[in-house]
């Protein structure tokens, strides 16, 4: 494959899949580095396309997103580097679509497991078209203070004190992803940092090999020294001994290959790694190691010297050359902290949006008024009401209560309002969701809605020790209709069932109090005008509810609070809605057409 330089100051880069924290990585190391631009031009999404929301630094960006590879590198022919997070099923479609677009010429491929077959064409493909691949199952790679594949170096904390920010004097190529974040750091202790690093992926056969990407650090002059880290399993590092040998590789090389454990069992074992296996012993780590340093590389004698050996090679042949400068590690930009990792690590401060006192879905299980949602499972409906809408408030009676309002509420058949129309709305073919909201929309003063205001003028006639007679009458001067009070077809000899229901409820329960009594007063008083005048579903909820909030021990003020939010209405919402929702599925279910109203119906005024 090439040997040309794969990373520079301008590199641009397309990214495919839509993964959203590499990609904010890899923007966030561009500011810290002081790039002018982003490195970031496009994105790839087989299934979307539009713009990618993210941060440069401190300010929000959008890079463009494409369906197809083609159109992502016609419209950023500029870009030559492809980061490729597709999975082993399409990693290998995704580099062949994207090596035809002749502009993308260095590969990065994040997937795990990608045969060997397919891996071995890639090599032949990236040749023919003087390409690059890291990978499969490479982490990525890194040209420090010019540009960053994916989630190369970890979090900005580690590349910062990492010191990749700025360009050190160690190329550095290893297999394990893990370990080459930790040479980074090691690099940056025992010598200056590196200049570039490349992880090659942990698979059986990667595209470009340990010996490719050291050959290509080898002819960079910006490398003064070179490290390797390899792994059991395989015979990749013999390659590098016969380059060592032959003198392809002149530069210094402090080399470590890891599982030397592995001797210590008894049969053969797995690492990490598909490539990573212990078999016959010309792969074993203790073999390859005494071939690197057979052939002159440098060779600890265990990891814990491995950063001692590069500290000495690095003073013995770099740091003493009279050509050399020590990197300056002041000139980098820290980039701000994402607002969840902020309030994460207690950083930040900030006012929230909403505040919610009655569920909470953070945890393993969310809560209704700070108690499991199962423990509501073996209970009335009645306790979720009351958990959700009066945070707890109500005793057992008044569950119970709100239970019963909800049958009785739920539906008064097809003619009125909100049944209407649903029914409308849904013979329009219009959803259940919409045709529901139609209906919803109709409760108001006049239908459904007059709960809230038929507790207020019981709740203030009670509280200030005004008579039925005296609140009639000032209503009827004001010209005013009393909520809660009248029928368009019951009247005091055709009673309301679901107001009769309501009332020997209370009474039978023992709540039937101050405000019951005195809506039944005022009832007498508007019976003596009219027989219809009585005291209806509405009215009936709203002052026994207030009977219930008193007994429940609720003092004035609490009840105050409750009536002014308008919460009480919620429960004609809450019922009529399972009716409305039966009535839309009704006309679906018999596929009734659309509605159209029947002239004879209508008086048409000239």
Not at 95 to 116: C, D, Q, R, Y
Not at 148 to 160: D, L, R, S, T, Y
Not at 324 to 331: G, L, S
Not at 370 to 399: C, H, Q, R, V
Request: aromatic share 8%; proline share 3%; charged share 25%.
């Amino acid at each position: 494959m090439s040997s040309n330089v794969l990373f520079t100051a301008a590199t641009q880069a397309i990214v495919y899949n839509q993964h959203a924290i590499p990609i904010q990585k890899m923007l966030d190391y561009d500011w810290l580095i002081n790039r002018e631009a982003p490195s970031v031009v496009a994105i790839v999404n087989p299934n979307h396309e539009g713009f990618h929301r993210c941060f440069f630094g401190p300010d929000a960006i959008t890079i463009p997103v494409y369906k197809t590879i083609k159109m992502a590198a016609t419209r950023h022919q500029k870009a030559d580097v492809f980061v490729n997070f597709a999975s082993e099923r399409s990693a290998y479609d995704a580099s062949v679509e994207a090596f035809k677009t002749e502009t993308l010429k260095t590969h990065i491929i994040l997937a795990e497991g990608m045969p060997e077959n397919e891996s071995r064409e890639l090599v032949r493909l990236a040749r023919r078209n003087d390409g690059w691949i890291l990978g499969p199952s490479s982490v990525g790679a890194i040209k420090a203070g010019q540009f960053i594949v994916g989630n190369a170096g970890g979090k900005i904390e580690n590349i910062v004190e990492s010191k990749l920010y700025r360009p050190g004097s160690v190329g550095l190529v290893a297999k394990s992803a893990g370990m080459f974040n930790e040479l980074n750091y090691l690099i940056s202790v025992y010598a200056d940092g590196i200049f570039e690093g490349a992880h090659i992926g942990g698979d059986t056969y990667p595209v470009s090999s340990m010996l490719d990407n050291l050959l290509r650090l080898e002819y960079d002059p910006n490398v003064k020294m070179l490290v390797l880290l390899g792994e059991i399993g395989g015979e990749a590092e013999y390659a590098v001994v016969e380059a060592l040998k032959s003198k392809r590789i002149k530069k210094p090389l402090v080399a470590w290959v890891s599982g030397t454990v592995a001797s210590q069992f008894e049969g053969e074992v797995q690492f990490g790694h598909a490539g990573a296996r212990s078999g016959s012993k010309h792969v074993s780590a203790e073999a390859k190691n005494k071939a690197l340093a057979d052939a002159g590389a440098h060779v600890p004698e265990s990891f814990n010297d491995f950063g001692l050996l590069i500290n000495k090679v690095f003073k013995e042949f770099v740091e003493t050359n009279k050509s050399y400068e020590k990197p300056d590690d002041e000139n980098y930009n820290i980039p701000p902290l994402d607002m969840r990792e902020a309030l994460k690590r207690n950083l930040v401060r900030k006012e929230s949006s909403i505040v919610s006192s009655i569920s909470d879905d953070r945890g393993e299980e969310p809560t209704y008024n700070g108690k499991d949602i199962t423990e509501y499972i073996e209970k009335p409906l009645g306790s979720t009401i009351n958990a959700l809408w009066f945070k707890g408030g109500l005793n057992m009676i008044g569950e119970e209560f709100l239970e019963l309002c909800l049958k009785i509420t739920a539906d008064h058949g097809p003619a009125v309002a909100t049944a209407h129309n649903a029914i409308v709305t849904s013979r329009a073919n219009r959803d259940i969701a919409t045709s529901t909201a139609a209906g919803i929309l109709t409760i108001g003063d006049r239908h459904g809605g007059a709960i809230d205001g038929a507790a207020r003028w019981a709740f203030d006639c009670v509280s200030n020790r005004v008579t039925a007679r005296s609140f009639v009458q000032e209503m009827k001067e004001k010209k005013e209709l009393i909520m809660g009070i009248g029928h368009k077809i019951k009247s005091a000899q055709n009673p309301d069932k679901r107001v009769e229901v309501l009332k020997k409820f209370a009474e039978t329960k023992g709540i039937a109090g101050s405000y019951l009594k005195f809506a039944l007063e005022v009832e007498q008083e508007t019976l003596k005008k009219k027989n219809n005048l009585i005291l209806n579903v509405d009215g009936a909820i709203g002052v026994i509810f207030l009977d219930i909030l008193a007994k429940s021990g609720k003092r004035p003020y609490e009840i105050e609070e409750i009536l002014k939010v308008g919460s009480l209405n919620g429960i004609f919402i809450l019922g009529r809605t399972i009716g409305m929702i039966g009535h839309a599925i009704d006309q679906k279910r018999m596929n009734e057409g659309i509605y159209r109203h029947p002239w004879d119906d209508i008086q048409y005024i000239s």
